[in-house]
């Protein structure tokens, strides 16, 4: 079985590229991340045809999460317990938005679902803009619920295989960050808070792709030739609960999806699972149309 996470600002732009990929590549599961879009916006039927169903979350033209996967989705949550807010409501989407207890309102930032028995999300974490910048309180505030609601579901079940995938926003080791314009004391991204946080996960989690790949990066900013000069970061992960690192065989960094035509930013991050060792249920007698 194959997972991967991809942020593919803009799934409109990009939606025929994203698909072909997964058909190349037999993507079971795809996380997806900047969607910006609203669910009625999405490209549902070029995923439909190539035999994937999606589950989407999206309030306009800003953020956005997204799963498309081959096997049935169940248990969508399109929040985690305790998810701040930020800014203002989304005019005509208040009564999906919801609020976090800060009384300020969710972003279309996380989606869990369940497929099989692994329980899978798809996360753009807050950017940060600035360590002044209140967005930068805000992520961490973010990140600090994550984690909390992280060591809630293991507490409650040891052997769940969960991931948390997607782009966090966070280039936790001095090797994943070869962009000039992000420096340690003066930039997010890099910050020991940031990074502080990041590892506080991985008491938890484990990064299940950088044993198996330890160089590379997942974004490259589209100015100032970053892409050929090699001057990326690697800010987009899978962590997986110890049941679900225990499963996975493979892993690679996609660094060829950021060439060609009308590239996303960002390239997909890829494992791959033996369901063998979930002992889990996978419906692989799926007779819905496949586009090749």
């Given at each position: 079985m194959r997972i991967a996470t991809w942020n593919v600002n803009s799934?409109?732009?990009?939606?025929?590229?994203?698909?072909?990929?997964?058909?190349?590549?037999?993507?079971?599961?795809l996380a997806m991340q900047e969607i910006k879009c609203r669910p009625e916006q999405f490209p549902i039927?070029?995923?439909e045809q190539a035999g994937y169903s999606v589950e989407i979350h999206g309030l306009n033209q800003w953020n956005g999460v997204a799963i498309a996967s081959r096997h049935e989705m169940t248990d969508v949550a399109r929040e985690f317990d305790g998810m701040p807010g930020f800014g203002k409501p989304v005019k005509g989407q208040e009564a999906v938005q919801g609020f976090?207890?800060?009384e300020l309102p969710h972003e279309a930032r996380a989606l869990g679902v369940t497929v099989g028995d692994l329980r899978l999300w798809s996360l753009y974490v807050p950017n940060g803009r600035s360590l002044d910048d209140p967005h930068f309180a805000y992520k961490l505030a973010w990140l600090e619920a994550l984690r909390e609601d992280t060591r809630a579901w293991l507490d409650e079940d040891p052997q769940l295989p969960l991931a948390l995938m997607g782009d966090w926003n966070i280039a936790p080791l001095e090797t994943d960050m070869a962009d000039p314009s992000f420096r340690p004391g003066a930039s997010t991204h890099v910050s020991p808070e940031e990074r502080s946080m990041f590892a506080s996960f991985e008491t938890l989690l484990t990064d299940v792709v950088r044993p198996?790949?330890?160089?590379g990066y997942t974004f490259w900013d589209y100015q100032a030739g970053k892409f050929p000069k090699n001057q990326g970061m690697r800010i987009d992960f899978i962590l997986g609960s110890p049941a679900f690192a225990d499963a996975v065989t493979g892993a690679s960094i996609e660094r060829d999806e950021r060439k060609g035509d009308a590239p996303s930013d960002h390239v997909p991050v890829v494992c791959d699972i033996d369901v063998d060792l979930l002992g889990g249920t996978f419906d692989d007698d799926d007779d819905r149309p496949m586009v090749f």
């Open positions: 799934i409109r732009t990009r939606f025929g590229r994203v698909v072909d990929w997964l058909v190349r590549e037999d993507i079971d599961v039927a070029a995923f976090g207890p800060n198996i790949v330890p160089e």
